[in-house]
Structure formats: structure tokens, C-alpha cells
Nanobody, 113 residues
Framework: QVQLVESGGGLVQPGGSLRLSCAASGMIFSIYAMRWYRQAPGKQRELVAAISRRGVTNYADSVKGRFTISRDNAKSTVYLQMNSLKTEDTAVYYC???????WGQGTQVTVSS
């Protein structure tokens, strides 16, 4: 059974940093593309960053230059390093795998002074 478990969320001041982790199990992690999505209150879920099985990355324009997605296939984990956080980054962050479209339970990120 595939499971994705996010961690690392929390409360941070504007300009601060957080690193999210998503640990996968029940899958051959190295063959999956991985993505981070977020959903803010009252808004649709949006794609934040993606990394292919070969390590090619893509980012939403709103986070380019501030967020970095990476993966450690030996640990079956994908990361999202978030720097220079803004209040508008406040959301629940989810990891997702493809193929199969598996989702984690989400981790709350709140950026507030």
C-alpha cells in the first residue's frame, strides 16, 4: 500500500524558511515523478513544484527563486526547501506522486508575524 507522509510544516515569520519532507513507502520511489501542491483557504489546490524521476525540476512562477524541490531516492523522500516566505505562501502543502496519483495528508504552513 502506497503511503506519503508530509512533515516539516509550522508557523514562521515573513522572510523565514522551512523545509518540508514527504516520506514515501510501498512504492519504488525512484520511478515516480513527485510534486508539491498547496491549498490556501477558499482557493483551489495549485501546483507549487515538481521533480521528475531523473531530477528535472519545475516551479510555479510565484515560488521561483525562493523554493527548491529535491529528492533522495535512497531515503524515498522528496523535499521542499522554502526560503523568503511570504504571507501568501500560507496553505496546506501536499505531496503527490505520479503515476498513480497518490496523495499525502498535508502539512500546514503558516507565514505570519
Amino acid at each position: 500500500q502506497v503511503q506519503l507522509v508530509e512533515s516539516g510544516g509550522g508557523l514562521v515569520q515573513p522572510g523565514g524558511s522551512l523545509r518540508l519532507s514527504c516520506a514515501a513507502s510501498g512504492m519504488i520511489f525512484s520511478i515516480y515523478a513527485m510534486r508539491w501542491y498547496r491549498q490556501a483557504p477558499g482557493k483551489q489546490r495549485e501546483l507549487v513544484a515538481a521533480i521528475s524521476r531523473r531530477g528535472v525540476t519545475n516551479y510555479a512562477d510565484s515560488v521561483k527563486g525562493r523554493f527548491t524541490i529535491s529528492r533522495d531516492n535512497a531515503k524515498s523522500t522528496v523535499y521542499l526547501q522554502m526560503n523568503s516566505l511570504k504571507t501568501e505562501d500560507t496553505a496546506v502543502y501536499y505531496c503527490n506522486s505520479s503515476p498513480g496519483d497518490y496523495w499525502g495528508q498535508g502539512t500546514q504552513v503558516t507565514v505570519s508575524s
